[in-house]
């Protein structure tokens, strides 16, 4: 076989047997096949289409690239949950212990990467004296007894994905659709899980800007997902603002200890509650969808789901008192308000411009060596919809640095205030299965 026929044949707009996707998947993987090759590849399949068959093999290729992550010893149906990511979605911290405290095994592994604010790995790190790094033995075990662990990520997942991603970013061929599909699947399915939960993100903070986009994303993901027998479903969820009120790392896990006590925003409370009870029902601990969204609700509301949380934390070393005093955590020397500079209903509020603020104050990494401070970030007072009055606070600002001035008006920039309610907003547009 030879790469040069592959990029005639998809060039071409045929398909790619399973054969023809595995030797070149395999080659560029050992540096067989050059970047220039597969450069040219990525820009066919950029312009072509590819089959439903084609992109369940491009993805179990990618899988079978490197080390995948056995989770055979733990007991039940392993549910993961993946986001597309967005601005101050703490939705994992919520639903790792949420849906644990149901019956759901959570084996979750998850990255610290480059963002705006920390991964749910670093947040966790808010919790004093809690481990991230535990050898399978222990997180088998954990997850057996707790029905809940997170880990970082280690060993070499999907190598194949990481240098054909990185090549994808600078021969601008990453947005195809069937090639972010296969990259995303690829990980989530190393990573062991027997089924999928995807929140697929619509909106300025989001990957895919447009709904019409978002629901391809999704719809790809299911269908690969689905044809490498795990059963997908995707959400397709907002971010034209972001997601509850907390932009941070210690902030955010003090807005999921809330949520779990049932106090939290409406928003991510909602989100949280039709993502787990997809995850419970894959997990086939409910026979409906609406049966598992019951039982997650009665699961805050006894305290079982902040309980789950505090056996999760103390598990992994972590000081579970913060729980019930989260004054405990990580906090930020400097706390202000910025204020409106005009009265009338918030419109809009840019959620990419908040998170690059909360960045700007030490939330995230800028570089994969900079440290994150877990102190620092911003909490929305005001969310779309709602009414401020000039001088009244849109957000409180925590940082550890007097030298704020440019991240204040970056956020009241983000702000979009006028004097017409704005009609209400859609949480979650669809749901694809
Ligand atoms: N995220 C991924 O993991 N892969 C892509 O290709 C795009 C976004
Ligand atoms: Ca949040």
């Given at each position: 076989m030879r790469m040069v026929d592959l990029i005639a044949k998809k060039r071409d707009g045929e398909a790619l047997t399973k054969e023809e996707i595995n030797f070149m998947i395999e080659g560029y993987t050992k540096g067989e096949i050059p970047d220039y090759q597969m450069s040219a590849m990525a820009m066919?399949?950029?312009?072509?289409?590819?089959?439903?068959?084609?992109?369940?093999?491009?993805?179990?290729?990618?899988?079978?690239?490197?080390?995948?992550?056995?989770?055979?010893?733990?007991?039940?149906?392993?549910?993961?949950?993946?986001?597309?990511?967005?601005v101050g979605d703490t939705t994992t911290l919520i639903l790792a212990p949420l849906v644990a405290s149901v019956g759901v095994p959570v084996a979750k592994m998850s990255g610290r990467g480059l963002g705006h604010t920390g991964g749910t790995i670093d947040k966790l790190e808010s919790f004093e004296g809690f481990q991230v790094e535990l050898d399978g033995k222990t997180f088998n075990d954990l997850v057996n007894k707790?029905?809940?662990?997170?880990?970082?990520?280690?060993?070499?997942?999907?190598?194949?994905?990481?240098?054909?991603?990185?090549?994808?970013?600078?021969?601008?061929?990453?947005?195809?659709?069937?090639?972010?599909?296969?990259?995303?699947?690829?990980?989530?399915?190393?990573?062991?899980?027997?089924?999928?939960?995807?929140?697929?993100?619509t909106g300025s903070g989001a990957f895919m800007e447009n709904l019409d986009d978002a629901k391809a994303l999704a719809k790809a993901m299911v269908a690969i997902g689905n044809g490498a027998g795990r059963q997908t479903i995707g959400v397709i969820s907002d971010m034209t603002q972001p997601l509850g009120f907390a932009v941070g790392n210690a902030l955010e896990v003090k807005e999921a200890i809330d949520t779990l006590k049932g106090q939290g925003p409406e928003d991510l409370t909602e989100l949280c509650l039709t993502l787990g009870s997809h995850m419970v029902y894959l997990a086939k601990k409910a026979a409906s969808i609406d049966a598992a969204r019951t039982m997650l609700e009665d699961a805050i509301t006894s305290g079982h789901a902040l309980e789950t949380f505090k056996v999760f934390v103390a598990g992994q070393g972590g000081n579970p008192d913060v729980i019930d005093d989260p004054s405990l955590l990580p906090q930020a020397s400097i706390v202000k308000e910025i204020v409106a500079d005009q009265a009338g209903y918030v419109q809009e509020i840019i959620a990419d411009e908040v998170g690059i603020g909360a960045g700007m104050l030490g939330a995230g990494r800028m570089t994969k060596e900079s440290e994150i401070d877990l102190a620092v970030g911003l909490v929305l007072n005001k969310k779309v919809g709602d009414y401020v009055e000039k001088g009244a606070s849109l957000v409180t600002l925590h940082a550890n640095t007097e030298n704020?001035?440019?991240?204040?008006?970056?956020?009241?920039?983000?702000?979009?205030?006028?004097?017409?309610?704005?009609?209400?907003?859609?949480?979650?547009?669809?749901?694809?299965?």
């Open positions: 066919a399949l950029y312009f072509q289409e590819m089959t439903t068959e084609e992109r369940v093999n491009l993805t179990m290729a990618m899988v079978d690239s490197g080390d995948t992550i056995d989770l055979t010893g733990i007991e039940g149906i392993k549910v993961d949950k993946h986001s597309t990511g967005g707790n029905k809940v662990a997170v880990v970082g990520q280690s060993g070499n997942l999907t190598p194949a994905d990481k240098k054909l991603y990185a090549l994808r970013d600078v021969t601008a061929t990453v947005n195809s659709i069937p090639l972010i599909a296969s990259s995303i699947m690829s990980k989530k399915i190393a990573s062991g899980a027997d089924a999928i939960v995807l929140d697929v993100k704020t001035q440019e991240v204040e008006d970056k956020v009241r920039q983000a702000y979009r205030i006028s004097d017409e309610k704005p009609k209400a907003g859609v949480l979650i547009y669809d749901v694809i299965t």
